[in-house]
């Protein structure tokens, strides 16, 4: 077994959460015969859909060939039969294949009580797998299907523990369900629950290992799982298509409902079962000025190896501001623990990890992260509910970091705050403090200065080998070429490795005669995806990832992803992606890690660590509050600075400052009014100046920008608007496209001056010191591009000479004169503008280019992005449809003039 798989199988079992286990119906034990009922047992998810789920894979293991690996379990051979042919009959329904178009949930067998009855009069034990998926573009729907049951799965829970004593679920979703059907009167108790989640290319491996027990279930859930979807405090605002009101603040997960609503909580945040017991005892709780540092020990109590999860919580005083009941602080996790063993843990928690923000002058100190007076109580917890006291100490009133107002809403409207009278906590309404600052004022007064500009020769080599100055090596750029550089090309630029997002730095002649070489980048985040059609590795979903609590083995893990991005040449990965779980039903929530933010930082610094270790970088994205894909590039979030500084953004600048990321992606939507892709507040002030980020910050694809003073409507040619944010990166421009200036404003914004020469410069500084430290300009084994093909010397096809519009898609070329020969596709692709495919084309079986194209409404029209040096004689072409929905035309190869 390769490493990757090895440490994703472990990956994926470690993050699988035991909810339920009675009577110890799990782990199975030698002789048990099951009967597995569902159809993902053939169909286990590996991921959701969208582009962070589309890595063509070299294999997936189902529960099936997991369980295999264990004979000494029996499988109930004449029921799998009966969902093998099924599955025959009814296969796989992947939509079509369009984007977007994978359904939620795949259509369940129906199950008659003559089969159930059959398979339990052999069978011990039942396993039931319950299915979901989602991902971009199509969040979950309160419906069947989707968050809730359908008739045939609430058939077959009925019909099956009416038969068996012993049932198990098994929840292979990419979030969280409707957990009702839990509280259904069965004739027989369903006795086990688990979340498998998506657990990538080694999911059945790993559930096999937890259902044996040769992994003991140590994932805890990083949600919680109310009793019903209304009673999430973002309900009300989920989805709304123009303006999503964060009204619940500060108060997201399980920081409202322990404040607030206990009894929604069905299983809360941190919750998890094992299949032993552990002992912890703090021995130390020792506070200093900036930090408390807890020490204890954690002892396997029960009769089978296990690890636990030190979860840390602190209750702070209400002060003046409000405060969440209790907040995670900090986690370790144990080593695997022998019957009896002990483990010695040491945290130390930072002070500022609890500080909360006064966005209204509410305390003597507004724009300023604090700890308010008071006592703060400190507790270790098996979740959040379960909480044991290890120590508290009075604090006095402390100024942790004064900061500016900004991201401010423009908007007023009202959030929710706890008030704590006669010893008891109700819920209030408050105003929410509006911008209060003069942002034109601002960026004017931060206007970099220019660095002059010089004539003559440049290479970015001289600055590497210490020649010549990054400021000087500027000066010889001229407008042109840094408007050139501000843009990326993609997707599947045939600049860099076949199938991948985007192509940027050195993606004009001119820019590649400085010594700026050209970058890739790759979805991300679960692995590599390449439109190619070529295989990668994919590792357990981002929300199965946080389940670990293992933040050590989620880097390692990420290493070797590292290795596959080199291997590939591929820069930068896109990913980890790092929104907040603000509710159930998000698409995307499988890619992001939590509803609690330290989670979130926390995990994302494990992955931007692994990744550099490996060879190649982290894009944190989607940077900020792109939390639900309905709308996504129009909705605004309109949310209190207080909230998006302790919530939203707090996870990135755990891993900006803890795990050195040097790249981030902004999300499609406007905050507060104004794009991501043109905040300055965002990608500057906040970023930059407090955060002191180094690296380059990248769009979304195809983003849209509005004025960064004054907002308004989005859009995609006022380019200059994202530079002046210090947004580097346009993602991106159509391929050989980065050199015209027709689709965007950059040039003429710099010639009328609205757009100075020192802010373009300071994003080509940013990219150049990206570029300066990546894979691709550090290793010795620089790619050639240009794409050369030996001429057959008989046709294997139909034959067609060059120059006519050939409708085949395998055919033989027939060159007469050497030359160079310019390829034309004339294609549509009539879907929704987020849509994505592409088609590959190859010549004598190598892929010579990829053609990528985004939905839109247009009819055929001809595209041409490459060409090719072609000799005298016959070359076989094929066309690949890897990702449906483009249609061609035709293809003709025209001789150039
Ligand atoms: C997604 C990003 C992704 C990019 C490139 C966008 O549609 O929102 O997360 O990285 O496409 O595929």
Known sequence: ????????????????????????????????????????????????????????????????????????????????????????????????????????????????????????????????????????????????????????????LKKVTDYFEDVIVVLNVSNIIDMSFMKRDYKNPIKGVLYAWHGGMEGGNALADILLGTINPSGRLTDSIANNLFDYPSHENFCDKKENYYTEDIYVGYRYFETFNQSAIMYPFGYGLSYTTFEVSNKAFIVNDDYIKISGTVKNTGNLPGKEVIQV??????????????????????????????????????????????????????????????????????????????????????????LQEALAPRKPFKRIRPVLENDEITIKKENVPIMNIDLEKRMKSELPEAIKMREGNANLESVEKGEMTLDTFIAHLPPKALGTLVKAEGMCSPKVTAGTAS??????????????????????????????????????????????????????????????????????????GMNIHRHPLNGRNFEYFSEDPLINGLLAVAVTKGLEAGGSTATLKHFLVNNQEAARNIADSIVSERALREIYLKGFEIAVKQGGARSIMTSYNPINGIYAASNYDLNTTILRNEWDFEGIVMTDWWAKVNHPIQGGKGE????????????????????????????????????????????????????????????????KDKQDSKKRFAPKQSAKYKLYPAGTPIEAQKFTLEIKDDGKYQVIVSARYQSMSAAQSTVNIRINDDIAFIHQMHGSKADYKDFSIVSFDLSKGFYNVKLEFIRKGIEVEHIRFEKAK
């Not at 909810?19 to 002789?31: A, D, F, I, Q, Y």
């Not at 439109?531 to 929300?543: L, N, W």
């Not at 001056?753 to 410069?761: H, I, K, R």
Request: charged content about 25%; aromatic content about 10%.
């Open 716 to 779: 995609t040619y006022h380019k200059s608007y994202m530079v002046k944010a210090q947004n580097d990166l346009y993602m991106v421009v159509d391929n050989h496209q980065a050199t015209e200036f027709e689709k965007d404003d950059i040039l003429e914004a710099y010639h009328s001056g609205t757009l100075t020469l020192g802010e373009l410069q300071r994003s080509a500084k940013n990219i150049l010191k990206f570029i300066l430290s990546s894979p691709s300009y550090k290793r």
């Open 1 to 156: 077994m390769s490493k990757i798989s090895e440490l994703s199988r472990k990956a994926a079992a470690e993050g699988m959460v035991l909810l339920k286990n009675s009577e110890r119906v799990l782990p199975l034990t030698k002789g048990d015969e099951v009967a597995i009922f569902g159809r993902c047992q053939l169909n286990f998810y590996k991921s959701g859909t969208g582009s962070g789920g589309a890595v063509h894979v070299p294999y997936t293991v189902n529960v099936i060939e997991g369980l295999r690996q264990y004979p000494e379990v029996i499988i109930n051979e004449n029921l799998l039969k009966v969902y093998q042919e099924w599955v025959k009959e009814n296969p796989f329904d992947d939509g079509g294949g369009g984007w977007a178009a994978e359904p939620w949930f795949q259509k369940e067998m129906p199950i008659t009580e003559h089969l159930v009855k059959e398979a339990a009069s052999t069978s011990d034990k039942a396993i039931i797998i319950i299915g979901r998926t989602a991902g971009e573009d199509q969040d979950n729907a309160d419906v069947p299907g989707s968050y809730r049951l359908t008739d045939d799965e609430i058939n077959m």
């Open 503 to 576: 192509a940027f730095g050195g993606v004009s002649d001119e820019l590649l005669e400085y010594g700026i070489p050209v970058l890739a980048c790759a979805d991300g985040p679960s692995g590599i995806r390449l439109d190619s059609g070529k295989t990668a590795s994919q590792v357990p979903i981002g929300t199965a990832l946080a389940c670990t609590w293992n933040t050590k083995l989620v880097e390692k893990l990420y290493e070797q992803i590292g290795k596959e991005l080199y291997k590939h040449r591929i820069d930068t990965l896109l990913g980890p």
């Open 313 to 402: 919580y602190c209750r702070q005083p209400q002060g003046k501001l409000g405060k969440p009941a209790v907040v995670l602080v900090g986690f370790t996790k144990s080593d695997t623990l022998q019957p009896g063993e002990i483990w010695e843990y040491t945290l130390e928690v930072e002070k500022s990890t609890f500080a909360s923000y006064d966005d209204g002058g509410y305390t003597a100190y507004k724009n300023a992260f604090i700890l308010e007076a008071g006592e703060y109580d400190f507790y270790i917890g098996h979740d959040v509910r379960n909480l044991v006291s290890i120590g508290s100490y009075i604090q006095e009133l402390k100024v942790i970091e004064r």
